[in-house]
T-cell receptor, first 114, second 112 residues
């Protein structure tokens, strides 16, 4: 069964450093998403991406964040200058459609900012 | 903005018993309500979903009910098994966009 994959599974970085989290969505999906989950808190929406542009973003997704689909398979989340409060589990998801599409989640990347 | 409240935060049941998890939402435009199961170290996995044009949906031991008037929906698991132990999240989405808004999660423990 096709699945969303994410790398790395864990990332430790120093405050102020840039990190790139990578995702390979399900191959025939057209819509891509990033969510995050701070330890013990809700899963929160960050951004959705379709047709090579951001279609929706939350207040969390500020100028420090960016997303890119550099090739036909990868979807990346970049945090330019990490802060302590960026420590969280980051989930990538993809769906075949938009309004009616089921979102399938990857296993997540645990980011720890020291 | 949208808000989803989920109860209880933890639930412990004996194997074979039923488990019920409830969620309420605030956005009257919400029309899609998925439930995700998250096992330790894994991402959320969709287990069942319901759209606003139906009141109930069942898939083997799992069922979801929706009351649009009261703005609440529930997950029912019958004949629970130890492998049902996980964190369960409800979520909602409306037609205005494609972001999911999640509830706070319920840690279900099924004791053998």
């Amino acid at each position: 069964e096709p699945e969303v994959t994410q790398t790395p599974s864990h990332q430790v970085t120093q405050m102020g450093q840039e990190v790139i989290l990578r995702c390979v969505p399900i191959s025939n999906h057209l819509y891509f998403y990033w969510y995050r989950q701070i330890l013990g808190q809700k899963v929160e929406f960050l951004v959705s991406f379709y047709n090579n542009e951001i279609s929706e973003k939350s207040e969390i997704f500020d100028d420090q964040f960016s997303v890119e689909r550099p090739d036909g398979s990868n979807f990346t989340l970049k945090i330019r200058s990490t802060k302590l409060e960026d420590s969280a589990m980051y989930f990538c998801a993809s769906s075949a459609g938009s309004i009616r599409g089921t979102q399938y989640f990857g296993p997540g990347t645990r980011l720890l900012v020291l | 903005g949208e808000n989803v409240e989920q109860h209880p935060s933890t639930l412990s049941v004996q194997e074979g018993d039923s488990a019920v998890i409830k969620c309420t939402y605030s956005d009257s435009a919400s029309n899609y309500f998925p439930w995700y199961k998250q096992e330790l170290g894994k991402g959320p996995q969709l287990i069942i979903d319901i759209r606003s044009n139906v009141g109930e949906k069942k898939d083997q031991r799992i069922a979801v009910t929706l009351n649009k008037t009261a703005k609440h929906f529930s997950l029912h698991i019958t004949e629970t098994q130890p492998e049902d132990s996980a964190v369960y999240f409800c979520a909602e989405r409306n037609n205005a966009g494609n972001m999911l808004t999640f509830g706070g999660g319920t840690r279900l423990m099924v004791k053998p």
